[in-house]
Structures are given as structure tokens and as C-alpha cells.
């Protein structure tokens, strides 16, 4: 009883201390999620402006449930967040420039929808686009009010950007001068001796670059290399496949099938003497019986048999067996159902469609006597020349295949509509003729047959067991534990396993590598609790286990010296060759010079800034520059030119003869531009302030 007295005494206090345990499990757990160690209720800012994480989650959502065909969770959140920084930065530049979007131009946009232009909802009777009908449409379905203002929304900044867009375009004129100097640039010819020594003629080994050194020439060229926080992650791939055993287990099951055995039978307590492969009674049930491949009635023709055993497969006498042999990862044997001729036809044609019929993009506006009267025309021309068949169809074919001269390639029996197919199967090869489809009128061309063969195969998938699985799980496992104890490489080589190079990945990466989309990596990669050293297991299905170690966490700024020196080691090699260089082509004459630099003198004749290339040395507008720059019978000084130093004195400059008007060049010029406006977001995205949260909410 006392001691009953004493629990009812503290019942108060042992209730709070359980209720404090359990608020703390809670809030331990929130921690653990993420949900308190997010820094920002938004997304992201661009030039200080927030994108609201709740807003971006909504369109995340429905990009996601728009059903776009192989479109993972994480590649749905990165379009999301490359659009909300382009339409941050483009409504940004709308407002700077004052730009507006009346009801005219938002209307016209809806009209381009095709959800909305080419919605008979919205159309009158002529097929047209009906302002009165859509705005009725919404006054009577009041409850679709909000689908209009996404609608609208999403009108009027695709109509400021379409305004945007031509200002950016209208902008890019190309002048008179500039039309003059790309005409110059292609005409004027120059003549020069020259005396060029390669940067290849100096060791790589000779020239030494530093780290100060890459580090200097990214300060100067900052933009260029500048890098978001990254880190490296090697990795041990311990794959999930089958062990020797496990092969020598379904090539048993595969040859026990050749010939017939002997089976105990439960029900009558006597041997059954079963049939093997060749003599079973039901070859189509015994195959769909021991393969883990149905069987498939399909002819197939030697070229798409496998390579390895086409030529023993194809010739492979009606009843017969072959194998056993490989097919990827299965181990099969075949049997020969019998060959058919002609089973694959080639064929090109000539579509000549017509008003009314469903062909797409046709190339000209006909009626179907007309279709007929040109099809007709053509037949005739094709037969008299066949030689012309590829010319002609490729200017007037309304099917797709005219860009390939009409031609079709190989295709099956009744793969192509009956009267083609018809026309196809039943003519032998060189048969020209006429038929008439729901496409139109086609003119064909019965260009090869194929024969083929019909095969009953018995395809059983070698895959690792329950044992060597749980062998591979073991192993992993235990790599694991050893490697975040010792050192890394040497605890994978102790164990016969092989180390992968280093992945660089970003907050936002998905891909890892050779491993392919590991998201779960990649995160675990930037959780704050990971520290460069730590080691961990990821279990992929079907591939293995992934065991990876963080091996260096890279803050925001300059690229890694280790990543740039690739790019930039050879630039600063070739320079500090070129002085080595400059330094022996001293002389008065490039007799002189050739002698001091141990090359000689070259000549070249009329060479153009925009054909610039040297024999053995390519592309060197630079030096060609020079040479025009230089004058006559004149001396340049070295020039550091792309793949070495040279010295030019040209010998005649031709300027080519004025002209009136610069037209033609000046349309070369625009042609080079007008794909200019497309670098209007990289270079604002370039100069934005863009500030990424995404990893704080667990994406």
C-alpha cells in the first residue's frame, strides 16, 4: 500500500517526463526530417527577388502529373526552377522597359494555344477561333474562373515576351560597314613568306605550370570559371550478378531439355520417359513450358539474328536444333520452323495526297483529279527514267520519307496499309507502279526482298540466385564497415575491388556517373550531418551495391585547380613555349630567323581571313591578319598564333574591287545573328544574383 501511495504521489511528475520524452522523439524527428533545419521558407531568390516554396511545389506537382514520358521527380524540379528564373529575370527586363500586353495581344496568344485555338468549343463554324464563344464559355462556368486566370496569366507573359523577342531582334540589324568588311574579309588575297615554329616542337615536360599559376588566370577570367558548391565522390561498384555456379546451373537445365529423360511419377508411381526439344509433340507448348521468353511466330531475317550465330540460325534445316549458345544474358537453343520467302520487302515512294486526305505538311494545295493527273505524270517520268525516282521524290513527296529519296526501308507483311502492302508483296523486285490509298496516290518502287526465318526458341535468363545474392550483400556490407574505418582504396584493393574515378555532383545532380540516376547519392552527399571521409551503402535494384565515399566538398567560387588544369594548363604551356620561342627568332631577314630557329621559310599564296589555314599548322586568321596589317616587303614582328609563333613578310596584297552595294554579305552576316536573341537568358542568368534552396527541401 505505501508503495501504491508513493505511485499515486508522482503519478503528476511521471507523466510530464513521459510527455516531455515524447515531444522530444517529436521534435527530434522534425529535426531529422529536415523540417526545422530549412533556412528559408522559399526556394530560392533571383536578384532578391523569393520564389515562394509553396507556389513552386504546386507547379512542380502538375509538371509531374502532366504524364511527360520518362520525366523523373528530380529532373521536374529542375524545368520548374529553370523556368521560374527565366520568367524572375524576363518580367524583371518587361517592367524595366515598361512593356505591356493588351487584351489584342493576349487574345491572339489563346488563339495560338492550341488547347484553346483548336478547341471546337471555341471555334464558330468556319473553324476559326471565336473571341465571343471562350469569353461566354467562362461567364457560364463560373467555377472555372480560376483555370482562366492561370490561362490569362500565362498569355500575357508569353504575349510581353513575343514583344520582348522582336525589340531584341529588331535590334540586331547588321550595317552597311559590316556587310563591306565581311566581303573584304572573304576577297581581299594576300601573299606572304613566312617562317613558323609549332608549340609541339617543344616537350610538354619542358614547361612547367603551377597551381598560382591556373588560380591567377581564373581571377582574370572569373566569369569563365566560375563554379557552383560541388563535391567529389568516389565510389566501389559491387554488382548483383550471377557467379559461376549460377551459369553452370541454367546451362544444365538448357542441355537436360536436348534430349529426352526420365521422369518419376507421383500419381502412378512409375518413370515417365518425356520428350526432349526436337522430338516434342507441341513445340510452341514446350517452349512457352521451360523458356522465360514466349514463344514468337515472327519471321526474322539473317540481319536481324544475332551476329554471332545468324549464318547457322538462318541456314538451319526445318525440325533441326541449334545450341546451345548465348544471347546477352540468356542461354538458349533454337529450332527451325521453316524459311519464307520474300518475307521483308524494301520499297521507296512518291505521296502524292490531296484536300481532304490525312497527310500533314502537304506541298501543295490539290484536288484529288489533280493528285491523280500529277501522280500519273510522274509514274510516267519514273519509268522512262527510274534512275530519277530518289530526285523526284525528294521535290515532290508529301510523306516524310522524301528527305531519304522516298525510301522506306524494310518493313514486315501487313505493317503498311492493304493496297500498298498488296502492291509490294505481290510484284517481284524493279516493279514500278501506281496505287491509290486514304494517303493519296502513291508511286512505288519495289527496291529488295528479304527471306526469313521462323524459330522456336528456348530462352532461359542467366541471374544471380538467392545465395550469390545474399553472398554480394554480405560482401557490400562488410566493405562498407571496413572502408569507414581505414583507408579507402587500400581496404577495395585488399578485396580484389576497384575503386571508380571520382563523380563531381551538384546540390541539384541526379546522374552519378556510370551508376546512372542516384539521386539518394547525391543528397546524402550534401546532408549536413556528411562530413569528406564518411562512407556509405546504397542498395540499387538490379544494379548492386554502390558503397561511396565523400571525398571532397568544394565551397562556391572558382573551379577546382585539379578540374580546370585540363583546360587550362595547355594555354598557359603554349604561352611560356611561345617565349621560349620568340626568343631564338632574332634576325634581320627570315633567312635569318629560319636559320636561328632551326625551321624554314614557307610560302603561301592567297590566303583570306576567312580561309586562313597554314600547311601543317590550320586555322591562324591572327597571323593572316597580321600579314595584311604588316604591308609589303615589310617584317612582323612574332605573332602568337594558334599552334605556334611566326614571323610573315608579305609579298602582294590584293584588295578586291568595290562594289555598289554589299547585299549578299550583308545577308550572310544577319544569317550569323539572327540566333543571337536565344543568348538573351544565358547572359541575364549570367549577371543575376540567383540564390538555390531546393536541397533545403529534400528535393
Given at each position: 500500500?505505501?508503495?501504491?501511495?508513493?505511485?499515486?504521489?508522482?503519478?503528476?511528475?511521471?507523466?510530464?517526463?513521459?510527455?516531455?520524452?515524447?515531444?522530444?522523439?517529436?521534435?527530434?524527428?522534425?529535426?531529422?526530417?529536415?523540417?526545422?533545419?530549412?533556412?528559408?521558407?522559399?526556394?530560392g531568390?533571383?536578384?532578391?527577388?523569393?520564389?515562394?516554396?509553396?507556389?513552386?511545389?504546386?507547379?512542380?506537382?502538375?509538371?509531374?502529373?502532366?504524364?511527360?514520358?520518362?520525366?523523373?521527380?528530380?529532373?521536374?524540379?529542375?524545368?520548374?526552377?529553370n523556368?521560374?528564373?527565366?520568367?524572375?529575370?524576363?518580367?524583371?527586363?518587361?517592367?524595366?522597359?515598361g512593356?505591356?500586353?493588351?487584351?489584342?495581344?493576349?487574345?491572339?496568344?489563346?488563339?495560338?494555344?492550341?488547347?484553346?485555338?483548336?478547341?471546337?468549343?471555341?471555334q464558330?463554324?468556319a473553324?476559326?477561333?471565336?473571341?465571343?464563344?471562350?469569353?461566354?464559355?467562362?461567364?457560364?462556368?463560373?467555377?472555372?474562373e480560376q483555370?482562366?486566370?492561370?490561362?490569362?496569366?500565362?498569355?500575357?507573359?508569353?504575349?510581353?515576351?513575343?514583344i520582348?523577342?522582336?525589340?531584341?531582334?529588331?535590334?540586331?540589324?547588321?550595317?552597311?560597314?559590316?556587310?563591306?568588311?565581311?566581303?573584304?574579309?572573304?576577297?581581299?588575297?594576300?601573299?606572304?613568306?613566312?617562317?613558323?615554329?609549332?608549340?609541339?616542337?617543344?616537350?610538354?615536360?619542358?614547361?612547367?605550370?603551377?597551381?598560382?599559376?591556373?588560380?591567377?588566370?581564373?581571377?582574370?577570367?572569373e566569369?569563365?570559371?566560375?563554379?557552383?558548391?560541388?563535391?567529389?565522390?568516389?565510389?566501389?561498384?559491387?554488382?548483383?550478378?550471377?557467379?559461376?555456379?549460377?551459369?553452370?546451373?541454367?546451362?544444365?537445365?538448357?542441355?537436360?531439355?536436348?534430349?529426352?529423360?526420365?521422369?518419376?511419377?507421383?500419381?502412378?508411381?512409375?518413370?515417365?520417359?518425356?520428350?526432349?526439344?526436337?522430338?516434342?509433340?507441341?513445340?510452341?507448348?514446350?517452349?512457352?513450358?521451360?523458356?522465360?521468353?514466349?514463344?514468337?511466330?515472327?519471321?526474322?531475317?539473317?540481319?536481324?539474328l544475332?551476329?554471332?550465330?545468324?549464318?547457322?540460325?538462318?541456314?538451319?534445316?526445318?525440325?533441326e536444333?541449334?545450341?546451345?549458345?548465348?544471347?546477352?544474358?540468356?542461354?538458349?537453343?533454337?529450332?527451325?520452323?521453316?524459311?519464307?520467302?520474300?518475307?521483308?520487302?524494301?520499297?521507296?515512294?512518291?505521296?502524292?495526297?490531296?484536300?481532304?486526305?490525312?497527310?500533314?505538311?502537304?506541298?501543295?494545295?490539290?484536288?484529288?483529279?489533280?493528285?491523280?493527273?500529277?501522280?500519273e505524270?510522274?509514274?510516267?517520268?519514273?519509268?522512262?527514267?527510274?534512275?530519277?525516282f530518289?530526285?523526284?521524290?525528294?521535290?515532290?513527296?508529301?510523306?516524310?520519307?522524301?528527305?531519304?529519296?522516298?525510301?522506306?526501308?524494310?518493313?514486315?507483311?501487313?505493317?503498311?496499309?492493304?493496297?500498298?502492302?498488296?502492291?509490294?508483296?505481290?510484284?517481284?523486285?524493279?516493279?514500278?507502279?501506281?496505287?491509290?490509298?486514304d494517303?493519296?496516290?502513291?508511286?512505288?518502287?519495289?527496291t529488295?526482298?528479304?527471306?526469313?526465318?521462323?524459330?522456336?526458341?528456348?530462352?532461359?535468363?542467366?541471374?544471380?540466385?538467392?545465395?550469390?545474392?545474399?553472398?554480394?550483400?554480405?560482401q557490400?556490407?562488410?566493405?562498407?564497415?571496413?572502408?569507414?574505418?581505414?583507408d579507402?582504396?587500400?581496404?577495395?584493393?585488399?578485396?580484389?575491388?576497384?575503386?571508380?574515378p571520382?563523380?563531381?555532383?551538384?546540390?541539384?545532380?541526379?546522374?552519378?556517373?556510370?551508376?546512372g540516376?542516384?539521386?539518394?547519392?547525391v543528397?546524402?552527399?550534401?546532408?549536413?550531418?556528411?562530413?569528406?571521409?564518411?562512407?556509405?551503402?546504397?542498395?540499387?535494384?538490379?544494379?548492386?551495391?554502390?558503397?561511396?565515399?565523400?571525398?571532397?566538398?568544394?565551397?562556391?567560387?572558382?573551379?577546382?585547380?585539379?578540374?580546370?588544369?585540363?583546360?587550362?594548363?595547355?594555354?598557359?604551356?603554349?604561352?611560356?613555349?611561345?617565349?621560349?620561342?620568340?626568343?631564338?627568332?632574332?634576325?634581320?631577314?627570315?633567312?635569318?630567323?629560319?636559320?636561328?630557329?632551326?625551321?624554314?621559310?614557307?610560302?603561301?599564296?592567297?590566303?583570306?581571313?576567312?580561309?586562313?589555314?597554314?600547311?601543317?599548322?590550320?586555322?591562324?586568321?591572327?597571323?593572316?591578319?597580321?600579314a595584311?596589317?604588316?604591308?609589303t616587303?615589310?617584317?612582323?614582328?612574332?605573332i602568337?598564333?594558334?599552334?605556334?609563333?611566326?614571323?610573315?613578310k608579305p609579298?602582294?596584297?590584293t584588295?578586291?574591287?568595290?562594289?555598289?552595294?554589299?547585299?549578299?554579305?550583308i545577308?550572310?552576316?544577319?544569317?550569323?545573328?539572327?540566333?543571337y536573341?536565344?543568348?538573351?537568358?544565358?547572359?541575364?542568368?549570367?549577371?543575376?544574383?540567383?540564390?538555390?534552396?531546393?536541397?533545403?527541401?529534400?528535393?
Amino acid at each position: 500500500m505505501a508503495v501504491l501511495s508513493k505511485i499515486r504521489q508522482r503519478s503528476l511528475l511521471l507523466i510530464l517526463v513521459i510527455g516531455f520524452c515524447l515531444l522530444a522523439f517529436i521534435i527530434g524527428d522534425l529535426f531529422q526530417s529536415g523540417q526545422f533545419n530549412r533556412m528559408s521558407k522559399d526556394v530560392g531568390s533571383v536578384n532578391g527577388k523569393d520564389i515562394s516554396f509553396d507556389e513552386f511545389r504546386v507547379k512542380v506537382s502538375n509538371l509531374e502529373k502532366s504524364g511527360q514520358q520518362g520525366m523523373t521527380p528530380t529532373q521536374a524540379v529542375n524545368q520548374v526552377w529553370n523556368q521560374e528564373i527565366s520568367i524572375a529575370l524576363l518580367t524583371a527586363e518587361f517592367e524595366k522597359l515598361g512593356i505591356r500586353a493588351g487584351e489584342a495581344h493576349l487574345l491572339e496568344t489563346l488563339k495560338n494555344n492550341p488547347n484553346i485555338g483548336q478547341n471546337p468549343m471555341f471555334q464558330n463554324e468556319a473553324g476559326q477561333f471565336d473571341v465571343a464563344k471562350y469569353k461566354e464559355y467562362f461567364k457560364s462556368n463560373p467555377e472555372q474562373e480560376q483555370y482562366k486566370k492561370d490561362l490569362e496569366k500565362d498569355a500575357e507573359l508569353n504575349s510581353k515576351y513575343m514583344i520582348y523577342n522582336n525589340l531584341v531582334r529588331g535590334g540586331m540589324f547588321t550595317t552597311e560597314i559590316e556587310g563591306k568588311l565581311k566581303y573584304e574579309m572573304e576577297m581581299n588575297k594576300v601573299n606572304f613568306d613566312y617562317v613558323g615554329v609549332l608549340y609541339s616542337t617543344i616537350k610538354d615536360s619542358d614547361v612547367k605550370v603551377t597551381d598560382a599559376e591556373i588560380v591567377d588566370y581564373m581571377k582574370k577570367n572569373e566569369k569563365r570559371y566560375k563554379a557552383d558548391e560541388n563535391r567529389d565522390v568516389e565510389y566501389v561498384l559491387i554488382q548483383d550478378k550471377p557467379s559461376p555456379e549460377d551459369e553452370n546451373e541454367i546451362k544444365a537445365k538448357i542441355n537436360g531439355l536436348l534430349s529426352s529423360r526420365v521422369v518419376y511419377n507421383k500419381e502412378t508411381g512409375k518413370n515417365d520417359t518425356l520428350p526432349g526439344f526436337k522430338g516434342a509433340p507441341n513445340t510452341i507448348d514446350f517452349v512457352n513450358e521451360n523458356s522465360d521468353i514466349p514463344y514468337d511466330s515472327t519471321y526474322v531475317t539473317k540481319q536481324s539474328l544475332p551476329a554471332e550465330h545468324a549464318e547457322a540460325l538462318f541456314n538451319l534445316p526445318a525440325g533441326e536444333l541449334y545450341g546451345p549458345y548465348m544471347r546477352g544474358d540468356y542461354y538458349c537453343i533454337s529450332k527451325s520452323m521453316g524459311r519464307k520467302a520474300g518475307a521483308q520487302a524494301k520499297a521507296s515512294h512518291i505521296l502524292i495526297s490531296y484536300e481532304g486526305t490525312q497527310v500533314p505538311n502537304k506541298k501543295e494545295k490539290r484536288t484529288k483529279e489533280e493528285a491523280k493527273a500529277k501522280a500519273e505524270k510522274l509514274l510516267a517520268d519514273v519509268k522512262a527514267n527510274p534512275g530519277t525516282f530518289l530526285m523526284l521524290a525528294l521535290t515532290n513527296s508529301d510523306d516524310s520519307s522524301a528527305q531519304q529519296g522516298g525510301d522506306l526501308g524494310y518493313f514486315s507483311q501487313g505493317q503498311m496499309v492493304k493496297p500498298f502492302n498488296d502492291f509490294v508483296f505481290n510484284n517481284p523486285i524493279g516493279t514500278i507502279g501506281l496505287v491509290e490509298t486514304d494517303f493519296g496516290f502513291h508511286i512505288i518502287n519495289v527496291t529488295d526482298k528479304q527471306d526469313a526465318v521462323r524459330l522456336a526458341t528456348i530462352a532461359q535468363k542467366i541471374e544471380p540466385s538467392e545465395a550469390t545474392t545474399d553472398k554480394l550483400y554480405t560482401q557490400s556490407v562488410k566493405f562498407e564497415m571496413d572502408a569507414a574505418k581505414g583507408d579507402f582504396e587500400k581496404t577495395a584493393k585488399a578485396a580484389g575491388l576497384t575503386v571508380n574515378p571520382s563523380v563531381k555532383v551538384k546540390a541539384m545532380d541526379e546522374m552519378f556517373g556510370a551508376v546512372g540516376a542516384q539521386r539518394q547519392i547525391v543528397r546524402w552527399a550534401f546532408e549536413k550531418d556528411t562530413k569528406v571521409g564518411d562512407v556509405k551503402r546504397f542498395e540499387i535494384a538490379n544494379v548492386g551495391n554502390v558503397i561511396a565515399k565523400l571525398k571532397q566538398i568544394n565551397e562556391e567560387g572558382l573551379t577546382a585547380v585539379s578540374d580546370a588544369r585540363p583546360m587550362i594548363e595547355p594555354i598557359l604551356k603554349n604561352k611560356k613555349k611561345a617565349e621560349k620561342i620568340k626568343a631564338k627568332m632574332k634576325g634581320s631577314s627570315l633567312e635569318a630567323i629560319a636559320q636561328a630557329s632551326g625551321s624554314t621559310v614557307q610560302q603561301v599564296v592567297d590566303m583570306t581571313v576567312e580561309n586562313a589555314n597554314l600547311p601543317g599548322a590550320g586555322p591562324e586568321r591572327k597571323v593572316v591578319g597580321a600579314a595584311f596589317a604588316t604591308g609589303t616587303n615589310k617584317l612582323s614582328a612574332p605573332i602568337e598564333g594558334n599552334s605556334g609563333v611566326f614571323v610573315v613578310k608579305p609579298t602582294a596584297i590584293t584588295k578586291a574591287p568595290a562594289l555598289k552595294d554589299h547585299k549578299d554579305y550583308i545577308a550572310k552576316v544577319k544569317a550569323q545573328v539572327n540566333g543571337y536573341s536565344g543568348r538573351v537568358i544565358p547572359a541575364l542568368k549570367e549577371e543575376a544574383e540567383i540564390k538555390d534552396n531546393r536541397a533545403e527541401f529534400q528535393y
